[in-house]
Every structure is written in C-alpha cells, then in structure tokens.
C-alpha cells in the first residue's frame, strides 16, 4: 500500500533562513509520481513539481529546490531565503503508476517570522 | 496548467439539508474526476473517483449514500452532501484529469460549514 509520512508537523523559521521539509513515502509500484503542494490560509492547492519515478535529477525552482533519493524513498524540499509569504502547509503526495489518484501526507506547517 | 473551477468556495446550511457542490474542468474535457475531503488541521483523503457516465468509486469508508456523485458529462462533476450534519463541515476538493494517465488538476475547494 501507498504511504506518505511528513514527520514535521509545524517547522518555524526567521525571514532569510533556509529551511527543508521532509517527505518519505512507501510504494510497491516502480512507477510512480510525487508532488508538492502548498496551501496557505486560503484552502486552495498551489501546484508546485510534479516527478516521475524515472527522473532522480534534483529541480531547482528560484528558491525551491527537491532532493529526490529513491535510495531512501525520499523527495524533500527545501526552500533558500525563506520569506513571510511561504508561511503555509505543504502537502507531499503520491500516485502509483501513470495514475492521478494522490495519497497525500499529514502536511507541515511552515510559519516564517519577519 | 489546465484550470478546474469548483463552485461554491464557501458554503453554510443548516443541519438536515442537502449541499451540492459543482467541479467544472474549463478548458478540457475530465473523464475522471476525484472528490478529497480535508478536516480541520488535517491531511487530504480521497473520497471517490468518478469517471464521465459510470457509477463513482468510492473510498473505505465513505458513505455513497450520503455522498452522491454524479459525472454526467465530460466537463462537470457534482458532489451532493445528503441530509448534512455538523460532522460533514470540512474542505471538499476535487480534482479533474483528461483521463487515467493524465495529469490531475485541482480545483480551488469548497468550505462547508454545517450549523
């Protein structure tokens, strides 16, 4: 069975400080996809990678960047320069083969003080 | 990406009532679509999946009952919370996709808050 665990619940930061949120899933397929998702106070989802199982180059997106390590099960973000407005949950997500059905994770909460 | 609108963003009724919610996939056409429900402070679960002119699929769990989903056509899926109870107040969000290898999009959610 599928299976995300975000062992962060609530991670808090200063403005500047780089900060990495974890995500380590569990699946039996060798086909798969992970994501990220944001969701500040507003409740709407904000898309922010999609990776297939096939691709374990990591993605550096302005201050966002993903490590993903297959090795591990792993698919961290991390985000360089944090500032106020990344204050949210972020979701980890998962769907097994070519599908788009999502297992989400528990979600950290990322509170960034000025 | 592909735009899903979901209707309404917010809504309140009264304990006993029956709550539709609209997801409209706008600029392509949804053969599937999926229902999450999100509680306060928590995680995402999927409900169901319907695919366009078949019968949902619905999660452990999930009472099809009292969760009606109707897809009858390519671009809308509805959502009905029969007979709601202050236990059925949470996020409901759907997702849509051109089809089971595609990409899903998510709409922006509703927030239903039974009284």
């Known amino acids: 069975a599928q299976k995300v665990t975000q062992a962060q619940t609530e991670i808090s930061v200063v403005e500047k400080e780089d900060v990495t949120l974890d995500c380590v899933y569990e699946?039996?397929?060798?086909?798969?996809?992970l994501f990220w998702y944001k969701q500040p106070p507003s409740g709407e989802l904000v898309f922010l990678i999609r990776?297939?199982?096939?691709?374990?180059q990591n993605e550096i997106s302005g201050r966002y960047s993903w490590n993903f390590q297959k090795s591990t099960s792993s698919f961290n973000f991390t985000i360089t320069a944090s500032q106020v407005v990344d204050s949210a949950v972020y979701f980890c997500a998962l769907s097994e083969g070519y599908g788009n059905k999502l297992v989400f994770g528990a979600g950290t909460i990322l509170r960034v003080k000025s | 990406g592909a735009v899903v609108s979901q209707h309404p963003s917010w809504v309140i009724c009264k304990s006993g009532t029956s709550v539709k919610i609209e997801c409209r996939s706008l600029d392509f056409q949804a053969t599937t679509m999926f229902w999450y429900r999100q509680f306060p402070k928590q995680s995402l679960m999927l409900m169901a999946t319907s695919n366009e002119g078949s019968k949902a699929t619905y999660e452990q769990g999930v009472e099809k009952d009292k969760f009606l989903i109707n897809h009858a056509s390519l671009t809308l899926s509805t959502l009905t919370v029969t007979s709601a109870h202050p236990e059925d107040s949470s996020f409901y969000i759907c997702?849509?996709?051109?089809?089971?290898?595609?990409?899903?999009?998510f709409g922006q959610g509703t927030r239903l808050t039974v009284v």
């Open positions: 699946t039996r397929d060798t086909t798969y996809y």
């Open positions: 990776r297939n199982s096939f691709d374990e």
């Open positions: 997702s849509a996709a051109e089809g089971l290898l595609a990409e899903a999009f």
